[in-house]
Each structure stands twice: as structure tokens, then as C-alpha cells.
């Protein structure tokens, strides 16, 4: 299947709506599934926001755009769908029984295609009658901005299931990272959650506070990565000093195996983050708001410079 038409996102909390309005600025019909009526009210708010966005992206609708439907039905919303991209909370035994009631509602050649931010396909088809159309197709948040994708096929992924969501990926104008092997988190959050162990380890040892810390890693290494990336600055800096200060500096960086006490604190505390007001820092529904437009804004720039 490469021909892809149409297009059904299992899911519309933090991600769905985005996957869906890019799918559908690509030319595909789409259909965003939750039993929670609503939460597919919220989506269609989410879904007008993400198209300004894409607006302002200046990313063209190919054919015309294609439309976007709600449905609270799942065994409707699957009605001719070539690809169902699965968007429901990262649980995998709800995963697993959601592949399995599926199987039967969808055409034989049909893709199911996992926005896990970790699990590994082979565990998601285990069980399966058709475990070769099954794979990862991990969507950095928000979806709507970040042009990556991670494509994970598991040990009984067919190449063509593969090869047809590369050819998806480049269709909606993303850039397709294919692993060679799977490991948990792939490889975006396996080096996310590196930096944030060592991050968090540096605030819980007393050597900065967070608000240096946030503005240290912004314009220290986070605008430098943006423009040259890791491999690249290997060989922008010199590979013998960086193994001269890798030498002393690796043994004595963070190895923590469980979580940091800052921040398992602050959860047993309820401070969640943002969808409690409070985390790390306070939050009031207005500043959310300006967070949110601020840092779209800021994206969209990023991008527009990077590309």
C-alpha cells in the first residue's frame, strides 16, 4: 500500500488533532476516533488552531486539502481506511487489545501504524493474524511542527509496510528516520531522557537552579543542535578533544537508574506541570495561554529559518 486515500487517528487527546490536520493538508481524508464526545468537540477546536499554524508554515494543500470528519463510532471511522494511525495512551496492553479488535475491521491490507513514544512493534503485533502491516510511526509533540518522524518496523514488519510509510512521511513533507533495530524509546526520547537525567541530577545535587539551568541548555547547546547537530559538531569540534574530555567527564555524569527526588517530589506533591497550574513553575490559565502562542510562534520561526 502506497496509494494512501484515506486515513483514521485512533485518539484526540494531546496529538491526534495535529497528526490529523497534517495528514489531511497531504490530500488524505481523515477521521478522528474517540468514544468521548467531548473530547472530539476539544479536536475541532485543535484542529482549527493547528490549520493557522500550518497557515503561517505556508504548507500547501495538496489536491485541494482533504476533509476531516469526528466520529465516535470506531467501527465507522474505520470504514475504507488505508492507514490507522493509533493514538491512545501509551499503555501496552491497551495497545494490544485495541490491535486485535481492529484486525477485523480493517481491509487486509490496511497499515496500523503506532505513535508509541517507546514500545517496541513486535510486542504491539504479538498475537496478531497480520503482524507484518503492523509498525512504529513515532510523532514528535506537537505534531503539527516538529517535520520528523521516527519509523520503527518490528521483527515481522513487511519492507513494504515500511517502505509505504517512508513514502507517507516524505508525502507530508516530513523527513522519515528509519531504526535499523528496536530499542525502548527509539532514539528521540532515548537521548531526550539523557538529557533531562543529567539536568535533573545537576538541580538535585545543588549545582543550579532551574531557571539557570533552563537558560544554560536554551542557548548553550539547544540553539547550537538546532544548526549543527550532534554527529556533525563531533567533527566541527575535533574528535581528539572530544575524546580527551569525554575521557575524565563521562565517569562522572549522571548514571541514575531510578528518577530524580526533584521531580518524583513534585509529583507526590499533585504539581503535574501545566494541567495542574503547577510544577516546576507556576502556571494560571493566562499565562498557559501566552506560553502557548509564544512558543508556537518561536516553532514556527525555528523552522521557517531551518528550513
Known amino acids: 500500500m502506497t496509494d494512501f486515500n484515506r486515513a483514521t487517528v485512533l485518539g484526540t487527546g494531546t496529538m491526534g488533532p495535529g497528526m490529523g490536520a497534517v495528514l489531511a493538508r497531504a490530500g488524505l481524508e481523515v477521521t478522528l476516533f474517540d468514544v468521548n464526545p467531548e473530547a472530539l468537540e476539544r479536536a475541532r477546536g485543535m484542529v482549527g488552531m493547528v490549520e493557522g499554524v500550518l497557515d503561517r508554515l505556508e504548507v500547501p494543500a495538496q489536491n485541494g486539502g482533504g476533509q476531516i470528519s469526528y466520529q465516535s463510532e470506531r467501527k465507522a471511522s474505520l470504514s475504507g481506511t488505508d492507514v490507522v494511525v493509533e493514538a491512545v495512551p501509551e499503555q501496552l496492553e491497551l495497545k494490544r487489545r485495541l490491535f486485535t479488535e481492529i484486525e477485523e475491521e480493517i481491509a487486509p491490507e490496511a497499515i496500523i501504524a503506532s505513535n508509541t513514544s517507546g514500545i517496541p512493534a513486535t510486542k504491539l503485533a504479538e498475537g496478531l493474524q497480520r503482524p507484518e502491516r503492523v509498525i512504529g510511526w513515532h510523532w514528535s509533540n506537537p505534531p503539527h511542527l516538529i517535520p520528523m518522524n521516527e519509523i520503527i518496523p518490528g521483527e515481522r514488519t513487511s519492507p513494504q509496510t515500511t517502505s509505504a510509510i517512508q513514502q507517507l512521511t516524505r508525502r507530508i513533507g516530513y523527513h522519515p528516520v528509519t531504526l535499523k533495530k528496536e530499542v525502548p524509546g527509539f532514539v528521540e526520547n532515548r537521548v531526550l531522557y539523557a538529557i533531562m537525567r543529567e539536568c535533573l541530577a545537576l538541580v538535585d545535587e545543588g549545582v543550579i537552579d532551574i531557571e539557570g539551568l533552563d537558560l544554560n541548555v536554551k542557548w548553550g547547546i539547544g540553539y547550537k543542535l538546532?544548526?549543527?547537530?550532534?554527529?556533525?559538531?563531533?567533527?566541527?569540534?575535533?574528535?581528539?578533544?572530544?575524546?580527551?574530555?569525554?575521557?575524565?567527564?563521562?565517569?562522572?555524569?549522571?548514571?541514575?537508574?531510578?528518577?530524580?527526588?526533584?521531580?518524583?517530589?513534585?509529583?507526590?506533591?499533585?504539581?503535574?506541570?501545566?494541567?495542574?497550574?503547577?510544577?516546576?513553575?507556576?502556571?494560571?490559565?493566562?499565562?498557559?495561554?501566552?506560553?502557548?502562542?509564544?512558543?508556537?510562534?518561536?516553532?514556527?520561526a525555528v523552522r521557517k529559518a531551518l528550513d
Open 226 to 300: 538546532a544548526v549543527v547537530p550532534p554527529i556533525q559538531l563531533l567533527d566541527m569540534a575535533g574528535l581528539d578533544i572530544y575524546t580527551s574530555v569525554a575521557g575524565y567527564l563521562n565517569p562522572d555524569l549522571s548514571d541514575e537508574k531510578g528518577v530524580s527526588k526533584t521531580a518524583t517530589e513534585l509529583k507526590e506533591q499533585g504539581r503535574l506541570g501545566i494541567k495542574t497550574g503547577g510544577g516546576f513553575f507556576d502556571y494560571t490559565p493566562e499565562r498557559t495561554k501566552e506560553l502557548q502562542q509564544q512558543r508556537a510562534a518561536a516553532l514556527v
